[in-house]
């Protein structure tokens, strides 16, 4: 993928929460729309029926032409936070992402894929972007349903993101004395073994163009943006002119795509 892309491409886009497709990739969507590509989102754990709404009102600020949701609920961050957790609207939407085998999460989302038949397909980082468990779990269970549709011609991206950010948001985890290696409801989720064992991106999107309409799309998450880690608190109160230095260029790795394939060419 390059700053040129195929024009009307099918994109399907997997997230783990309501407010990932935007906070996460909603200037990449944008772009991609900008460009003639369709774009499709599915949520696999969206939160109760005031979320969902949000995030098909977001979606159509970013111009997605579809959104499909799972009703799997929400992982806390850490093993201690589970008790907040059973408190939360949507604690009779179990089980929890994380916990749920990848197969079965694999499964569903090959459905999905299947139906769909995107061109292109794209999810989370293998290491959960700033170290959410379900984030990662996406990832995994994403990339084994694309693999297992048995689509040669799918190309399957994960979101990257530049080291010194995400080596940041971990140093400021473990300063409010939190474990990066034990995380997750079960602490099973390891982000730091996830980040090490992780490649660095291999395409880079300029995105900046497309940073108010983010920031449009952003608004209906208010809630979710004041309960974020403290990096996205920061960055959604800064002017869009210093936001391009963090979030003007989207990052991709290539995790699957037909042998051969020329992605200086495009999308």
Known sequence: MSRQMRSGQRVMMVFAH????????????????????????????????????????ACVDLGVSA???????????????????????????????????????AYKVAGRISE????????HSSYGDYGNCDHAATFCATKLATESVGD???????????????GGNARLMRLSGRSIRRMGPDGSFDMWLALIRSKSPSITIDVSAELGVRR?????????????????????????????????????RVEMAPEGFDHMAGL
Request: include cysteine; hydrophobic fraction near 45%.
């Open 116 to 123: 769909h038949a995107p061109d292109v397909v794209v999810t």
């Open 67 to 105: 959104v499909e949701t799972l009703r799997f609920s929400e992982s806390p961050m850490w093993p201690d936070d589970a008790d907040e957790t059973r408190k939360l609207p949507t604690k009779h939407l179990s089980p929890q992402l994380s916990l749920v085998p990848i197969t079965e999460l």
């Open 216 to 252: 449009k799309a952003s608004r209906w998450y208010g809630a979710e943006i004041a309960k974020g880690p403290l990096p996205m608190r920061l960055l959604e109160r800064v002017p869009l002119i210093l936001q391009r230095s963090f979030l003007g260029k989207a990052r991709l």
């Open 152 to 166: 040669e011609a799918i190309r399957f991206y994960s979101l990257g993101w530049a080291r010194w950010m995400v």
């Open 18 to 57: 309501a407010d990932d497709e935007t906070l996460l990739a909603g200037a990449l969507i944008a772009k991609l729309v900008s460009d003639g590509h369709d774009v499709k989102v599915l949520c696999l754990a969206p939160g109760d029926d005031d979320r969902i709404r949000r995030l098909r009102r």
